[in-house]
Nanobody
Framework: QVQLVESGGGLVQAGGSLRLSCEAS????????WAWYRQAPGKQQDMVAN???????NYADSVKGRFIISGDNAKNTVYLQMNALKPEDTAVYFC????????????????WGRGTQVTVSP
């Protein structure tokens, strides 16, 4: 099995910064894709940023120029640097990974973290 654990959420004033981390552990052979999603109260879950094994990166339009996704393959960890935060960035942020496990390297499986709360005050 694989576990994803997020950290780094919290309360910050508008204009401030936070850095989220997500560490994967378990029966990992490789991680093909990392992503961050978020869900605000009463809203659907949206993709914030993702990065694949070719280092192709995508951002939601709402965070372009403010957020940066990066990964450390040696540590099986992905980061989300969030700058110039706005109250509308308030949400629970979830880590997502497509993982090839050591059980069967023919397939990849999807895993989710439990989420970390980010609250941006005006």
């Amino acid at each position: 099995q694989v576990q994803l654990v997020e950290s780094g959420g919290g309360l910050v004033q508008a204009g401030g910064s936070l850095r989220l981390s997500c560490e994967a552990s378990g029966d990992i052979d490789s991680i093909n894709t990392w992503a961050w999603y978020r869900q605000a109260p009463g809203k659907q879950q949206d993709m914030v940023a993702n990065v694949d094994w070719k280092s192709t990166i995508n951002y939601a339009d709402s965070v372009k120029g403010r957020f940066i996704i990066s990964g450390d393959n040696a540590k099986n960890t992905v980061y989300l640097q969030m700058n110039a935060l706005k109250p509308e960035d308030t949400a629970v942020y979830f880590c997502f990974a497509e993982v090839v496990t050591t059980d069967d390297i023919r397939y990849q499986y999807e895993f989710w973290g439990r989420g970390t709360q980010v609250t941006v005050s005006p």
